[in-house]
């Protein structure tokens, strides 16, 4: 698999829902949109998908209602159902699957490293908006040369039964390339398998209700989706598992985040992004060597103590006032994780830590001129965080070392300052904190 090194956190519930054959992962246009075609141009998202077919109506001289500008004007300012159907309208049928196949049937387009990891880790199933076959050719070169069953929309009255059995099987929710008929571009399309299919929906409605779904290569504006995520909030609303999506650093806050999780009941893991989006695949690797891992079976809290168990998030250059915290704990008789004495050799880092944010009740973090400029502080900070919000299983306490900036975020949360000669007597006000 390489030596790929993701930089993050991952959830090591969504490692266990992997495991145990409840996670389906979704596949949006994010994730092909690395691959080149022999024109030396990556496969297009959704939006530049548009603008390429719009190119390619000029190109062949197809007559605008009102010329191309208007097009380009819907295109630009995201009204892309709108765009998708005027141009389907306009280039018709059998013109359409030609500009299609130009795009996704180049003989450049192979399986990236991402889609080749996809197939080594155990999904119930593996849903896509995309037209591509990278997907089921990644399947193939894994299986030697075997596709595994491949459903539109279509099919959902005939073969309604592959949720039924435990058979994988690769959901194109917006139509296969090969199944013209199947293509959803359009306003109409969209609002026809929304409000007319009802078999279409209820499939969905399961999938979300039913299963954990990783997202990757999602941008959040996809319509159909978001229709089905708002209606499932109101019918299941808190009792609805949580989701996952893999998203690119910065590009939600933690507003954005909070919100996510309440109101769509997604949590956001974050890769840092460089041209070739590499901490994808990094991630997918990742995620597989844990899937196969059996760490997770140790007991990551110390199985003699019954009371809170406490995990201190900080920088490994404050060894010294963290010592001082975790003995003052130890001293009060907390199950607190040692990240040295916990950690073996041989231990996964990233699912031991994951493992014993998930299993904590609090979270301490130490607030320091190091902390504030460590990624591995503030992914753990935010995962915490985040656990706080979607099921307020664990309380998250800082603790501010010093004249330090503390995170916008945590303006809302109690918090105890010390300053940096700081001793267990002043560490006394945790105790009510956590017992609280």
């Known amino acids: 698999m390489g030596n790929l090194k993701y930089k993050g956190i991952i959830p090591q519930k969504l490692i266990e829902d992997i495991k145990n054959g409840r996670c389906i992962l979704f596949v949006g246009s994010g994730l092909s949109s690395q691959v080149l075609r022999s024109n030396n141009k990556n496969l297009p998202t959704w939006k530049s998908l548009l603008y390429e077919m719009l190119e390619w109506a000029n190109e062949n001289r197809t007559p605008f209602w009102n010329g191309i500008e208007d097009v380009k004007e819907m295109i630009d300012k995201n009204n892309l159902t709108v765009a998708a159907q005027e141009l389907q309208d306009i280039i018709g049928g059998s013109n359409i699957g030609e500009f299609y196949k130009s795009v996704f049937r180049d003989k450049n ?6 889609h080749k990891i996809i197939p080594t880790i155990p999904f119930r199933a593996v849903i896509t908006t995309n037209y591509d076959t990278l997907i089921e050719g990644a399947y193939s070169l894994v299986n030697e040369g075997v596709l595994p069953p491949i459903f539109t929309q279509n099919d959902l009255d005939d073969k309604n039964s592959f949720l039924r059995n435990n058979e ?3 959901f194109k929710m917006h139509g296969h390339i090969d199944r013209l008929d199947s293509i959803i571009l359009g306003k109409r399309s969209y609002d026809d398998i929304l409000f007319k ?18 997202f ?3 941008g959040g504006s996809d319509d159909d989706l978001n229709n089905t995520f708002d209606k499932l909030s109101v019918l299941y609303s808190r009792t609805l598992d949580k989701h996952y999506m893999l998203a690119e650093k910065g590009k939600y806050n933690m507003t954005e985040k ?4 309440l109101d769509k009941r997604i949590e956001i893991i974050e890769y840092e992004s460089d041209d070739s989006h590499s901490q994808v695949s ?12 059996e760490e997770n079976k140790v007991e990551i809290f110390q199985d003699n103590k019954k009371s809170k168990k406490v995990f201190i998030s900080s920088s490994a250059h404050d060894k010294d006032i963290t010592k001082v915290v975790y003995d003052f704990l130890n001293k009060n008789d907390f199950n607190v994780f040692d990240f040295n ?4 050799v041989g231990d996964i880092l990233v699912q031991s830590i994951s493992k014993a944010i998930q299993d904590a009740n609090i979270m301490i973090v130490l607030i320091t001129e190091n902390s504030i400029k460590s990624t591995w502080v ?10 706080q919000v979607s099921d307020k299983s664990m309380r998250v306490i800082p603790i501010i070392v010093g004249d330090v900036q503390i995170p916008s975020y945590l303006n809302q949360i109690l918090y105890l300052k010390v300053d940096n000669n700081f001793t267990e007597s002043d560490l006394q006000p945790l105790l009510k904190s956590i017992e609280k």
């Open 216 to 218: 990757i290569g999602f």
């Open 378 to 387: 503030q992914s753990e900070l935010q995962a915490g965080i985040l656990k």
């Open 258 to 261: 909070r919100r996510l999780i």
């Open 282 to 293: 990094a991630f997918l690797n990742e995620l597989y060597k844990e899937v196969e891992s």
């Open 109 to 114: 387009v192979k399986p990236s490293r991402a």
């Open 197 to 214: 299919n009802i078999t279409y929906r209820q499939f969905m409605e399961t999938i979300f209700s039913v299963y954990t779904i990783l």
């Open 168 to 170: 994988f099987f690769i």
């Open 341 to 344: 004495k916990e950690i073996k």
